[in-house]
Structure formats: C-alpha cells, structure tokens
C-alpha cells in the first residue's frame, strides 16, 4: 500500500504531558479560512502557499520529506564502500561494485544499447513459433518479463499456514480501464506510452515507420490482453481472483502454454500440486494470443519487454526519455540527480543488505519497544469500540475481538532477517545489464529457498527497514512499521499526546482497520480466507460501508474527474476507523493525564489539526488526475475534506454546524469501526 502512514519517532519520548508541549503552527493554517467549510484549508492553507512544488516532484508533503531524508541517509551508508574495492561477495563489495557501475556515465553512454544487442539479435533471428517460445521463458528467466504468463509461489488462501503456486497471466503494463474505457486521462496516458514505446524501437535501430509498425503489434498484443483483465474494482476482491486446480489439470485446462518449460526455465520446484489461477479469461487469453498472434508480432511484444526491462541500466538516452513520460504523466519538471537514482537502484536490488546497516544506524532498539508499547494503545481503544458496537451480534463481535489480538506486530526491521540476497554477485567486469540478470536469478533462488517446504514465517515483514510506508497483510493478519516511517513529521517527540495521537495514532488505527475493511473483513484470524460474519452482521456492515463508497463517489478530484468509492473503499474505511480509534485512545489517556488548552486551540482540536497536517501537501494536476485513475487510496485533500465529515467528534471538537458547507447529517454518516 503506498503513502498511508505514518510514523513513530526514532527517538521516541515518553507519552506523558509532563516532558511535552503543546505544538500548533499557526504559520501552517489559514485562520480565516471556516474548519466546518473547509478544514484542509483552514488546517493546512499556510503550509500550502509556503511550500510550493520544487521541479523534482510532482506531490510533496511529508512522504516526499522522508524520502529526501532516506535518499541523504542511504547515499552516507553507500559511500562508505563507494570507494573501496573489497573482498568479491562481501556486502560491502556488492554496494560499493553497484554504486560504481550505476554512476559509470561515460561507459553506459559509450556503449549506448549495446548490453541488449546481443538479446535482440535472438529474437529477430527466430523463424518459427516453437524456438521463439522457448526464447520467451529463458528470456523471462533473465528478468526481461518476456512470457506474458507466469507461475510464483505463494500461500493458499484457505489455509495460511500451507506453501503452493500460483499461475497469472502478464502482458499489459496499465490497468484494464485504460484498454476498455478509458476517460480523458487515460487516454492521454495512453497515448504518452505508446510514444514512448515508438521511440524505444527507434533507440534500437528501427526506422520511423518501423518502430511505429512495430510499436502498434505489440500494443494490440497487451491491450487484448489487457481488457481481458480484471478492473481495479473486481482486482480487490480477494474469492474472485481464487480457482484452485491441481499441476496436472490446469495443463489441460490451458494446454496453449508449456508449463512444463516454463517451470523448468525459471528453475521452480517439481514437488507440489496444489496451484491457484487468478483470472481465467485473461489467462486464456494469453493462450490465445500465443497461438494466433504473428511470429513477426510476438518479436515486436518481446523485444520491447527486453528493452523496457533494462532501459535503466542503458545509456542516458533511454533514462532521458523515460524521464519524458513521467513529465507527460505526471506534471514533474525536471529529472532526479543521477545520485538519488542510484540509491533507489541499490535500494531495490540490495534492501536487506541496505536494510540491516540503515537499522544499525537509525533505528534503536528502545524507539522499537516505544512503538510496540504505543501500538498497545490503539488495540486497547478498538477493543473498546467494539465492546460498544451496537450494530454487530455477540458472536461476530467476539470474533472481530479474537483477530484484533491476534495480529501480529512487526516495528522497525524483521524478528529474522531472510539473508535472500546472499547469492546476488555483482561483477564490475560485466555492464549493468548482465548484473540485472544474475541479480533476477540469485533473488528468486534466494525466494525459493526461504518459503519452498518450510513453515510459514507470519512476522515477515514483505519489505525493507528504509521503505517510507505502513501496511496490513491479511494473509499473515500483521501490521508492520518499518523503521524509515517511525519517525518525524509523523511522530514529534516534542508534542503533546494531542498532537501524536492525531498523527501516529491515526496511523496505527488505520492499519488496525485494515484487517476489517471490505477486503480484511474476509480473513480470519489466522489469515484465513474463511467467512467468520453471520450473514445479518455482513448484510449490516456492507450497508453500511456502501454509505462510504457513495459518499467518496461524489468527490471531485480534479475538474470532471470523481474518486472511485468502491475502487477506494478499503483505504477510506481504513481512514474512518483509524481516526475514530486514534480520538478513543486520546480521550482514554485524557482520562489519566488531562491536558489543557493551548495557543487557543483544545486538546481535541489539536488532534484534528494534527492529523490535517499529515497529508498537507500540493500537487500537479496531471499527478491527482493519474492517481485517481490508478490508486486506491484517495488525494490527500479528500483524505481530510471528506473524511473528517463522517467523524461524529470532529463535529463537537469544532462546533461545527448545519450551515456549515461540511456538513454531514448524523443520520448520513457512516458508522463502522
């Protein structure tokens, strides 16, 4: 889940008024702007004139913060191998070996697209259907992402504690609304990377009417695909995408595509049975589109896999014109530094090598058991809005109680680091393209070797100590906090527990929230995707998370562009039950150490405050526009306009009232968590 959350500190204080102080900046309001017509502006307008957007980004605000933050902090840990040649397969020579080959310009533009010619040159020798399958999945065992199918390993959603495979199909590189019905941006969004991709073939030698040519095969292949696809609606729907078969039925089912090959290029194992597919139809339709698709036409779609897979490991003409579509996309004016790409790039293929000295360094072991104890909190205050529910029966109740102290709590780093990249061996001898492929290989060797045929680690993280993020996993019913978010502006270890609770606390509740969304809610405790609701209980709680999605539904993002509810849904319950959790735990500790009014505004009104202030942030239009098309969460603004309307004590806290242009009436709200 990308931008949610949120954040403890990595020096993080003790909770008690007594070392605190009450922290508004009145320079971030707009005070004559109305809380009841418009919070955000109110809360946030000061910040917003500012800070406006540098040429780097197209959205700032407190994620991007922490990100220049992680790139100044990863860049010191790089440098200190950056120049030194250590012992070949030491961590430190793997960092140092990377850095070296990804700042290398003068060799990467000397040898322009070089490193793929000899891959190219494979293709466009092909003559017949057979050898250019075979060519496919030994390509899409290199990491060219050549097969538009594939199989992985993953859990059974029936039984989270069991190991199988999964099989999908591949191909389009947009979501399925873009191919079946585009709006207005879409199309525009369309029409950017078919540039792109024209150019692309252009960059390896195609003449102008060849890389169109070229560029429109390939397109038909993915958009055939593509409106095959599931929405994103339908995509969040955990039982659709489940249908279950066993090795030797889905080779008949979908006889078109050799697993067996496959299985044996990319060097999965043999000892299963058990397999899930997806999505049918799109699979199917890869089956078809093998099949009836010219020879001449699938080179087009695996060359430019080929080409789109290392384009940044090529010369400064394939980054400068990827960087062109991000500018037509996004809004974004101007390229990162080399420098910062490079960080992202180690970051990438090397986090938990990264990760283990970025927690040495940042994150002590004491701000790690402050959060744990502070994530204590936020289970106490929903486990008190559930004792108070009154719209759940006692048995679904004591359920939704059972799976609330059954998450698992990760903060920080993993309880076991996986020592996956292990195998990884970067040769400064070779170019960054043959690097990339030894890295694919050594990662999914290392994946194997972690989850094939051993028990189930439900305090794995799924990502690095330096991700800038927060989120729940259902199928290991965990919340996890990595180190690079717990810490400020998300958590200020100056401010009051007002203030913390607004931010922080919201975090935590939201996460919370997660495992009982419209998706969470069909997990069980142990991950399980198993119906645990009564069949009123559910009936009573889609009605009343529908009032949420109708609501987001009506929400103007940009001029003629609505927020999808339904498409949102998850993360906007996410934000309902996280600030209603968050204010319970605020008005539970209000109980044991009351705080007084400050720089005239209440406790509650700075909690409020607080939480407006995490998503301040100023954005392109074109940037809104795309991730409305795209994500599923909502803007930043509307994460505060129209959320903190169906909050019962943001009406009380600000006194707001029904001439109020926010307003809400009680009996329109949706009451969840």
Known sequence: MRKIFFAVTMALACLGSTAQKAHVNKADMDLRAKPGDNFWQYAVGGWLKTHPLDAQHPQNGAFVDLDEQNNDRINKLIMNYAKKHLEQGTDGQKIGSLYRLYMDTISRN?????????????????????????????????????????????????????????????????????????????????????????????????????????????????HAIGVKTFDQVKSRDPRARIHITTWQELKKDYKGLDWEAYRAALKYPTDFEKINVGQPDALHEVERVLAETSIEDLKSYMELQIIRSCAGYLSDDFTNRSFEYRKAVYGVKEQQPRWKRAVSFIDNNLGETIGKLYVKEYFPESSRQRVIKLIDDLKKAFEDRLNDNTWMSATTKQKAIEKLHAIYINVGYPEKWDDQEKYIDIREDENMVENFIRISAATRKGM????????????????????????YNPRFNSINF????????????????????????????????????????????????????????????????????????????????????????????????????????????????????????????????????????????????????????????????????????????????????????????????
């Open 110 to 222: 000397k040898m322009g697209y070089q490193p793929i010619l000899p891959y190219l040159k494979q293709v466009r020798e092909l003559k017949d259907r057979q050898s250019l399958l075979k060519l496919m999945y030994d390509f899409d065992a290199k990491g060219f992402n050549t097969t538009p199918w594939g199989i992985s390993i993953s859990m059974n959603p029936y039984n989270s504690s069991e190991i199988m495979m999964s099989a999908g199909h591949g191909g389009p590189s947009l979501a399925q609304e873009f191919y079946a019905n585009p709006n207005e941006q879409q199309k525009a969004v369309v029409a950017a990377r078919k540039a792109l991709y024209k150019d692309f073939f252009k960059m390896v030698g195609y003449s102008d009417a060849e890389a169109q040519k070229k560029m429109e095969a390939e397109w038909a292949i993915e």
């Open 448 to 471: 194997i070797e972690k989850y094939w045929n051993k028990p189930i680690d439900k305090h794995t993280m799924g990502c690095t100590p330096q991700t800038i993020n927060a989120f």
């Open 482 to 673: 990595p180190a690079a978010i717990l810490q400020p502006p998300f958590f200020d270890p100056e401010a009051d527990y007002a203030t913390n609770y607004g931010a922080i606390g919201v975090v935590i509740g939201h996460e919370m929230s997660h495992g009982f969304d419209d998706k969470g809610c069909q997990f069980d405790k142990d991950g399980n995707l198993i119906n645990w609701w009564t069949d009123a209980d559910k009936a009573n709680y889609d009605k009343r998370t529908e009032v949420l999605a109708n609501w987001f539904s009506q929400q103007e993002a940009v001029p003629g562009l609505n927020v999808n509810g339904k498409k949102t849904l998850g993360e906007n319950i996410g934000d309902n039950g996280g600030i209603n959790i968050a204010f319970r735990a605020f008005e539970n500790r209000m109980k044991l150490e009351p705080l007084k009014d400050a720089e005239g505004f209440t406790p509650a009104q700075r909690f409020y405050l607080a939480y407006a202030r995490v998503w301040a942030s100023n954005s392109t239009p074109e940037y809104v526009a795309y991730a409305v098309n795209t994500d599923t969460h909502s803007p930043h603004m509307l994460r505060v306009n129209a959320a903190l309307p169906m909050i019962d004590s943001w009406y009380k806290t600000f006194n707001i009232k029904k001439n109020c242009k926010m307003f809400i009436p009680s009996d329109q709200r949706a009451r969840i968590w």
